[in-house]
């Protein structure tokens, strides 16, 4: 298989990526700064980098069996808190990340009428915890886009794939945009004492990619959230406007 994967140089996107190479496949791993483990530079906020990925692509392999749109940023906050900066910040790259991977890619995948596109969403684009309102919308929204791009492209022979974990242990906290400092606090001893890690997710990950699942939730924690929102809405509720009122004490204290 042939693979490009973004947000590779740390995190699940090294975890993905060594995933794929010891199973034998190749890897074009992307970063948006040079640095060991990455061969391609790729802010997937820019679009001239996305047509320098599309072009080192045809060049080296002719054609891409797998897009890993996994680069993304945390943040988020209250929305008396969170900015419209921070706003616009989180759904430029968590959102039009994945558009503009896509977007580049689609038309090649529907040249050789195969391919596989994995969307790396959150647990926070099913479930929408308090304080998050930013990035939940944006994770929400990456799932709602890798559902449609299923339906668009199916008659091609390409599928598409999210991905929807719960918090695993990650720099991606060392990313963390906002103002909302209570948030922030709140976000990252969830990932510090997450038992879970970005290999665990990775490894999650491509075995659903071979089940043929569009909606990837790979670990328990998350699974148990997701089945708790669908069988028993008023519980779920309740946890989470408890879980509102535990981060306005927090911020209070």
């Known amino acids: 298989m042939r693979a490009l994967v973004t947000g590779a140089a740390s995190g699940l996107g090294a975890a993905l990526t060594r995933a794929l190479r010891e199973r034998g496949d190749e890897v074009i791993a992307t970063d948006r700064t040079a640095g060991e483990g990455v ?14 990925a599309e072009e080192a692509v045809r060049r080296r392999w002719g054609g891409l069996d797998l897009l890993v749109n996994n680069a993304g940023i945390a943040g988020g906050g209250r929305i008396d808190v969170c900015t419209l900066e921070e706003w616009q910040r989180l759904t430029d790259v968590n959102l039009f990340g994945a558009v503009r991977g896509a977007r580049t890619f689609v038309p090649l995948l529907k040249e050789q009428r195969s391919g596989q596109i ?8 099913l479930v929408h915890p308090a304080g998050m309102a930013a990035y939940n919308a944006t994770k ?23 991905l929807c974990p719960s918090y695993f242990r ?7 945009e906002g ?11 969830l990932v ?10 990775a490894a999650a990950a491509l075995a659903g990619l071979e089940r043929g ?31 509102a009122v535990k981060l306005e004490r927090s911020a209070e204290a």
């Not at 929204?141 to 794939?161: C, D, F, K, P, Q």
């Open 192 to 201: 510090e004492n997450s038992p879970v890690s970005a290999d665990d997710i």
């Open 170 to 176: 990650t720099n991606l906290v060392s990313s963390l």
């Open 39 to 52: 061969d391609l530079v790729l802010d997937i906020t820019s679009d001239a980098d996305w047509a320098g």
């Open 213 to 243: 699942e569009e909606l990837i939730v790979p670990d328990e924690a998350a699974r148990a959230a997701w089945d708790l929102k669908r069988s028993d809405r008023a519980s779920y509720d309740a946890v989470m406007r408890a879980q």
């Open 140 to 162: 929400a929204a990456v799932v709602a886009l890798t559902e449609t791009l299923g339906h668009e492209l199916a008659s091609y022979g390409i599928t598409a794939h999210a």
């Open 118 to 125: 994995l969307n790396v969403a959150s647990l926070a684009g």
């Open 179 to 189: 103002s909302d400092e209570a948030v922030g606090r709140l976000i990252g001893a």
